[in-house]
C-alpha cells in the first residue's frame, strides 16, 4: 500500500531533550516536507526537500532540523526541543510531476513539549 | 499566492442540510487551487481540486468547488451533509510555476448536528 509512515503517532518529551521524529515513505517520490498544524493557524511548512541531499527553509523552521540521505526517509529533527513546539506535525510527499495531484499524507505525530 | 482566507473557523450544520465552505485567496498569476479534509485524527487528504478547465469541479464524497478568478474565491459545496462529513477542511492555493509549494489557509470545521 502506497503510503507516508509517520513514527511515533505520539510523544511526551522535556524541554531539552533531543528528539527525532521519522517519515519514511514507499512510492519514490523527489518531494517530501515537514508540517505543523496548530488551532487557527493551518498548516505551516517546516522545511521541505525536492530530492535527496536537497533541503530548504519552510515558513518556521527555526528550532528544527532535517536531512534527506535517503529518498524514502526524511527525519524532522529537534536538537533542544521547547514548549512552543508543542504540535501536531505532520510528513507529506508527492512526486515530482505529480504534486498537482495531491500530497500523500502521513497520519501525524502528535508532540508535547514540558 | 500571497494568501488564503478561509472565513469561517467553525461551520454548525445540520444532518442532510446543505453546507458551503467559503475560501478566498490573494495572487496575481494562475493558481491551482485545492480542498483538502482531514478526519479526526487523521492526516489530510485531497478532496477535489482546480487545475483549468470547467470552473465547477466535483470531488469525493459528493462534494464540488467553483472557481471565481474575478472574485478570487474557491468555495466548497454539498448539498447534503451527513455525520461522516464532520471534518477540518483546508483550502490551498498554488501559483501555477511554484513547483509543489502550497499555501495553506487556516482551516474550517465542519460540525454536524444530528
Known amino acids: 500500500e502506497a503510503q507516508v509512515t509517520q513514527n511515533p503517532r505520539y510523544l511526551i518529551t522535556v524541554t531539552g531533550k533531543k528528539l527525532t521524529v521519522t517519515c519514511s515513505q514507499n512510492?519514490?517520490?523527489?518531494?517530501m516536507s515537514w508540517y505543523r498544524q496548530d488551532p487557527g493557524l493551518g498548516l505551516r511548512q517546516i522545511y521541505y526537500?525536492?530530492?535527496?541531499?536537497?533541503?530548504d527553509k519552510g515558513d518556521v523552521p527555526e528550532g528544527y532540523k532535517v536531512s534527506r540521505k535517503e529518498k524514502r526517509n526524511f527525519p524532522l529533527i529537534l536538537e533542544s526541543p521547547s514548549p512552543n513546539q508543542t504540535s501536531l506535525y505532520f510528513c507529506?510527499?508527492?512526486?515530482?510531476?505529480?504534486?498537482?495531484?495531491?500530497?500523500?499524507f502521513g497520519s501525524g505525530t502528535r508532540l508535547t513539549v514540558v | 499566492a500571497q494568501s488564503v482566507t478561509q472565513l469561517d473557523s467553525q461551520v454548525p450544520v445540520f444532518e442532510e442540510a446543505p453546507v458551503e465552505l467559503r475560501c478566498n485567496y490573494s495572487?496575481?498569476?494562475?493558481?491551482?487551487l485545492f480542498w483538502y479534509v482531514q478526519y479526526p485524527n487523521q492526516g489530510l487528504q485531497l478532496l477535489l481540486k482546480?487545475?483549468?478547465?470547467s470552473t465547477l469541479v466535483k470531488g469525493i464524497n459528493g462534494f464540488e468547488a467553483e472557481f471565481n478568478k474575478s472574485q478570487t474565491s474557491f468555495h466548497l459545496r454539498k448539498p447534503s451533509v451527513h455525520i461522516s462529513d464532520t471534518a477540518e477542511y483546508f483550502c490551498?492555493?498554488?501559483?501555477?510555476?511554484?513547483?509543489?509549494?502550497?499555501?495553506w489557509g487556516a482551516g474550517t470545521k465542519l460540525i454536524i448536528k444530528p
Open positions: 507529506a510527499s508527492s512526486s515530482r510531476t505529480g504534486w498537482v495531484y495531491g500530497y500523500t
Open positions: 512510492m519514490n517520490h523527489e518531494y
Open positions: 526537500s525536492m530530492n535527496v541531499e536537497v533541503t
Open positions: 495572487s496575481s498569476v494562475s493558481v491551482y
Open positions: 482546480y487545475l483549468s478547465g
Open positions: 490551498a492555493v498554488s501559483e501555477v510555476d511554484s513547483n509543489y509549494q502550497l499555501i
